[in-house]
């Protein structure tokens, strides 16, 4: 079998994405419980933003990169870009479900309750639903050009409400803390050391994300490559 | 720094580890899987062209075979 400059690409990329990820997470790790001053109003509650914010800006990436691919593959019909979409889309939730899970946990001894129908946090259970239900059209259509095309109008159309949440503090009276900018009344991290952490964080995830989605993109262009092989030998599964 | 926060902030660590622990786990295993079944279906396909043709190279070694 011959090697060609893609599989050697391939090949090589994902121990890299792996070593950047691990490496990178061990520093952030350090940064979070070892480096990083505890801050005064909140308390050791407050690191969960290391892992909550990067979660969520990794979440936008994610279902980005499926819109896009998305609209590439309705344009294009080149299934490598719905294969795209779709294991965007799954880790595009995973971490949408982890940020929907570390914010509740701040949410208790910060605001006393574990949720409230505040505009972003109702506007990120939405983005989470939708794409929940893009994971189950993909599941229910499993294979078939019309459920590819479906799911990348869906994939499209749910991406509108990322735009929505990143502005939701600025439109409606919310709760929520901007935690990247200090507005009138908001919690910025003014301190360097905070915004250091909050970067090396960022970083991190952003290879985990990377990682993540080659190795999710692999498998759905081996699960076609093995659905078309046994239908081309008419073997039952 | 009470008691209570620290819980918070270990709960917070160990749920988003414990998921993506499982995740990438569930990720290798189905990828293992899927190489197991390509290589399952490549054997089977050399099994079948050495099936198909050892016919073929028998006619040609008797000296039967080749066009009527």
Same mark, same amino acid.
């Given at each position: $079998?011959?090697?060609?400059?893609?599989?050697?690409?391939?090949?090589?990329? =994902?121990?890299?994405?792996? #070593?950047?990820?691990?490496?990178?997470?061990?520093?952030?790790?350090?940064? %979070?419980?070892?480096?990083?001053?505890?801050?005064?109003?909140?308390?050791?509650?407050?690191?969960?933003?290391?892992?909550?914010?990067?979660?969520?800006? $990794?979440?936008?990436?994610?279902?980005?990169? *499926?819109?896009?691919a998305?609209?590439a593959y309705? !344009?294009s019909r080149n299934p490598k870009y719905d294969h795209c979409a779709h @294991?965007?889309?799954? =880790?595009?939730?995973?971490?949408?479900?982890?940020?929907?899970?570390?914010?509740?946990?701040?949410?208790?001894?910060?605001?006393?309750? !574990?949720?409230? !129908?505040?505009?972003?946090?109702? *506007?990120?259970?939405?983005?989470?639903?939708?794409?929940?239900?893009?994971?189950?059209?993909?599941?229910?259509?499993?294979h078939?050009e019309?459920?590819a095309?479906?799911?990348? =109008?869906?994939?499209? #159309?749910?991406?509108?409400? %990322?735009? %929505?949440?990143?502005?939701? #503090?600025?439109?409606?009276?919310? %709760?929520?803390?901007?935690?990247?900018?200090?507005?009138?009344?908001?919690?910025?991290?003014?301190?360097?050391? $905070?915004?250091?952490?909050?970067?090396?964080? #960022?970083?991190?995830?952003?290879?985990?994300? @990377?990682?993540?989605?080659?190795?999710?993109?692999?498998?759905a262009v081996?699960e076609a490559r $093995?659905t078309a092989? !046994?239908?081309?030998?008419?073997?039952?599964? | 720094?009470? +008691?209570?926060?620290?819980?918070? /902030?270990?709960? +917070?660590?160990?749920?988003?580890?414990?998921?993506?622990?499982?995740? /990438?786990?569930?990720?290798?295993?189905?990828?293992?899987?899927?190489?197991?079944?390509?290589?399952?279906?490549?054997?089977?396909?050399?099994?079948?062209? +050495?099936?198909?043709?050892?016919?073929?190279?028998?006619?040609?070694?008797?000296?039967?075979?080749?066009?009527?």
């Open positions: $079998m011959q090697i060609g400059p893609q599989t050697v690409v391939s090949r090589s990329l =994902v121990p890299l994405l792996a #070593v950047c990820s691990a490496a990178s997470m061990l520093l952030t790790l350090w940064l %979070i419980f070892v480096y990083v001053p505890t801050d005064r109003v909140q308390g050791v509650v407050q690191r969960i933003f290391y892992v909550h914010v990067p979660l969520a800006m $990794m979440t936008f990436l994610a279902f980005g990169v *499926t819109a896009v998305s609209a309705l !344009w @294991a965007s889309a799954e =880790v595009g939730l995973l971490f949408c479900s982890l940020v929907l899970i570390t914010g509740p946990i701040w949410a208790k001894p910060i605001w006393g309750t !574990w949720w409230t !129908w505040d505009a972003r946090l109702t *506007t990120t259970l939405i983005l989470w639903l939708i794409y929940a239900g893009y994971l189950m059209l993909r599941s229910l259509t499993m078939s019309q459920g095309r479906y799911a990348a =109008v869906l994939g499209i #159309v749910g991406a509108l409400d %990322i735009p %929505i949440i990143n502005r939701s #503090v600025y439109w409606w009276r919310t %709760i929520h803390p901007a935690v990247l900018v200090t507005r009138e009344g908001g919690t910025g991290l003014t301190d360097p050391r $905070m915004q250091l952490t909050l970067l090396c964080s #960022v970083l991190a995830f952003f290879f985990l994300f @990377a990682w993540l989605l080659w190795l999710r993109y692999r498998q081996l $093995m092989l !046994w239908a081309a030998q008419r073997i039952p599964r | 720094m009470t +008691a209570e926060s620290l819980t918070y /902030l270990f709960a +917070a660590y160990t749920a988003v580890w414990v998921v993506l622990v499982a995740y /990438l786990w569930r990720l290798s295993r189905r990828l293992q899987q899927l190489h197991r079944e390509l290589e399952e279906l490549r054997s089977e396909e050399r099994h079948e062209r +050495a099936t198909d043709t050892a016919p073929a190279q028998e006619r040609v070694a008797r000296g039967t075979g080749g066009a009527p």
